[in-house]
């Protein structure tokens, strides 16, 4: 989608970017959406502005957390491929596999709620 929003709607979610279950996020990002759009509406004078921060903030990590579990659902199509990547996964080194899910290690860890501004005085 080139946007979640149109007008005053918002998208969040599976409505906005449904994504195959393989990394288990669609929980996860449906609640990033509600945080930023809820800081977004707190923070900005209009309404259409919070939309748009919502949007410029949220796009481009929802699609690439899509596009991550599309790529690995490709790559897992037939249960040989799937019995393959399990046990790639339970081979996989304590120390390798920890530095993978590391906050600094894997890009879906990163995420961290925004920070809310000082709301302008009313108009």
Same mark, same amino acid.
């Given at each position: 989608?080139?946007?979640?929003?149109?007008?005053?709607?918002?998208?969040?979610?599976? $409505?906005?970017?449904?994504?195959?279950?393989?990394?288990?996020?669609?929980?996860?990002?449906?609640?990033?959406? @509600?945080?930023?759009?809820?800081?977004?509406?707190?923070?900005?004078?209009?309404?259409?502005? $919070?939309?748009?921060?919502?949007?410029?903030?949220?796009?481009? #990590?929802?699609?690439?957390?899509? #596009?991550?579990? #599309?790529?690995?659902?490709?790559?897992?199509?037939?249960?040989?491929?799937?019995?393959?990547?399990?046990?790639?996964?339970?081979?996989?080194?304590?120390?390798?596999?920890? #530095?993978?899910? @590391?906050?600094?290690?894997?890009?879906?860890?990163?995420?961290?709620?925004?920070?809310?501004?000082?709301?302008?005085?009313?108009?």
């Amino acid at each position: 989608m080139p946007t979640y929003v149109h007008g005053r709607v918002a998208l969040l979610g599976d $409505a906005a970017h449904a994504m195959s279950p393989d990394r288990g996020q669609g929980a996860g990002q449906s609640i990033e959406d @509600a945080v930023v759009l809820a800081a977004a509406l707190a923070d900005e004078n209009t309404i259409e502005t $919070a939309l748009v921060r919502y949007d410029t903030e949220r796009r481009p #990590r929802t699609q690439a957390t899509a #596009r991550g579990a #599309r790529t690995d659902g490709r790559r897992t199509t037939s249960r040989t491929a799937h019995r393959a990547m399990v046990t790639m996964i339970r081979l996989m080194p304590a120390p390798l596999w920890r #530095r993978g899910i @590391a906050a600094n290690g894997n890009p879906t860890w990163r995420w961290r709620p925004p920070h809310l501004r000082s709301p302008a005085p009313p108009h």
